[in-house]
């Protein structure tokens, strides 16, 4: 079996295009087949090198290797369209000395009209056929005289094509509905169904896994397929990624591209995992499933025909599983890119990432994905009494619990650091023994002094991190090398500018 995933690089990496190239990754690796990446990159002005190397790095982060292709070479390359001028131009040559391809001498202004004329009469607007009947003496006259020429192909007349698409079952087509196609425009760039069909053939494809929306074109293939002798490949046409409103998936939805995704700091397994179960199930209730299990479960013969709708609720659900499960040290340093982005990281030394490591996996059971990690750590990277006491409503439970906040002050001032949970349970009872609070009248005032704010994690786990990362800055009251982390300011210093920020001058 030999699959291929061709994307044009005239943009991002859709994730309807990306759950594509999952399907055929799937069915390749669960045949032990060879996955091939084409790259139809004949649109010229819009195909860029910068789109084409953002798809295949998408395509890695997601897990997605090929076997055969750009990048990976092969025996039937070269992989890239705009490499294979010569090869198209070879078999077209064929196609008009046969009289199955013609030279069409319309202009657009032409097709146009005939097309409007098609729609408000009702009828399919496919090619009127013009110069359908030129001579090959004609039509070369005419080039010689300088008339641009597009090339078309000769569609027979009455004909049914049928073809099995394993997902859909049998599908037909008459002819009449189809009309001639462009296989070469007038510049000399080959059309998609033409240029797909040559690729196809000569890269030995055997099963052809792609959109919906390409259903219509393979008519027009299998019989350009017919007209050079070859045999087509099994046909799969998979339904189209919809969004909640069931249209198809735009960027009015959110986030429409694999490298969306990514910069919200979503993990490539859990985006991987819910793009399979878009439109198949791998059956008996189970939902997560690494890779190579999808890939040994995974069946065509099992998708649906139904359009898939993209819930994002569930791919955060499904994130959340997978951020639970990730390495710590991982999560560190995926998590740095959005710590800098608030200015709150520059290069963080092994000691930092490894603090990171004990603290971003305690944000992150809190968060669907790893941009929202620093409003999560603003406790401990970003504190300010002052800005804390700005809000009306905490300043007015502050005031009303100033003697928890003094007696803390007093209490922190006269304490090692509390480096773990007991040592912060052992300070909030010598609080509570000064003040006689106990419950929220207690702890509430005491988040707000060590925190800045009034929800947010456990206090017996937060403490003993603020304590861990102050120590990354300072010892015995002296600076360290920098960590790379903007300084954290410990349970002591924290109840005492707290204390006099609430205190009149």
Not at 240 to 264: I, N, Q
Not at 306 to 335: C, I, Q, T
Request: glycine share 8%.
């Amino acid at each position: 079996m030999r699959v291929r995933f061709a994307p044009s690089p005239t943009g991002q990496l859709h994730v309807g295009n990306a759950r594509t190239a999952l399907f055929n990754w799937l069915v390749a690796r669960g045949a032990g087949g060879t996955l091939v990446l084409r790259i139809e990159d004949t649109d010229v002005e819009r195909s860029t090198n910068e789109s084409e190397g953002a798809i295949i790095e998408d395509l890695q982060w997601m897990g997605l290797e090929w076997d055969e292709g750009v990048g990976k070479g092969g025996d039937h390359g070269p992989y890239r369209q705009s490499e294979r001028l010569h090869v198209y131009r070879a078999h077209i040559v064929e196609l008009l000395s046969r009289g199955q391809a013609y030279r069409c001498f319309c202009l657009p202004e032409q097709l146009e009209m005939d097309r409007h004329v098609a729609l408000r009469d009702r009828r399919p607007p496919k090619y009127a056929g013009r110069c359908r009947d030129l001579t090959p003496e004609q039509a070369r006259q005419r080039v010689k005289n300088g008339e641009p020429a597009a090339i078309r192909f000769r569609i027979p007349d009455d004909r049914e094509v049928v073809f099995h698409d394993i997902v859909r079952g049998e599908v037909r087509f008459n002819t009449e509905v189809l009309g001639d196609p462009v296989l070469v425009r007038s510049e000399g760039i080959p059309a998609y169904n033409y240029a797909v069909v040559i690729d196809d053939a000569l890269m030995e494809i055997t099963h052809v896994i792609r959109g919906e929306d390409h259903i219509s074109n393979t008519p027009r293939q299998i019989l350009l397929y017919e007209a050079f002798g070859w045999t087509p490949p099994t046909f799969a046409h998979v339904s189209l990624v919809m969004g909640p409103d069931h249209s198809p998936l735009s960027k009015r939805h959110g986030a429409t591209s694999v490298a969306e995704f990514r910069a919200r700091g979503y993990l490539p397994e859990a985006l991987t995992n819910y793009l399979a179960l878009i439109g198949w199930s791998p059956g008996e209730g189970r939902e997560i499933l690494p890779l190579d299990e999808l890939a040994r479960r995974f069946r065509l013969e099992d998708v649906g025909r139904s359009a898939g709708v993209f819930d994002v609720e569930k791919l955060a659900w499904m994130n959340r599983h997978y951020l639970k499960l990730a390495a710590p040290d991982r999560l560190a340093k995926l998590s740095v890119p959005y710590l800098k982005n608030e200015g709150w990281v520059a290069e963080p030394t092994a000691a930092a990432v490894d603090f990171l490591a004990v603290v971003v996996p305690l944000a992150a059971a809190s968060v669907d994905r790893l941009d929202q990690v620093p409003a999560r750590l603003r406790f401990l990277l970003d504190y300010s009494a002052a800005r804390a006491l700005e809000d009306p409503v905490v300043r007015a439970e502050a005031e009303t619990a100033r003697p928890v906040v003094a007696a803390l002050a007093e209490v922190l001032a006269n304490s090692g650091p509390l480096v773990d949970r007991e040592a912060f349970r052992a300070a909030v009872a010598r609080v509570r023994e000064r003040t006689g609070q106990r419950g929220k009248p207690l702890l509430y005032p005491i988040r707000l002094a060590l925190t800045g704010e009034p929800e947010g994690l456990e206090l017996d786990l937060a403490v003993p991190v603020i304590e861990r990362g102050a120590m990354l800055s300072r010892s015995d009251g002296r600076p360290l090398q920098s960590s790379g982390l903007r300084p954290i300011a410990s349970a002591a210093d924290r109840a005492a500018a707290f204390h006099r920020a609430l205190t009149p001058a």
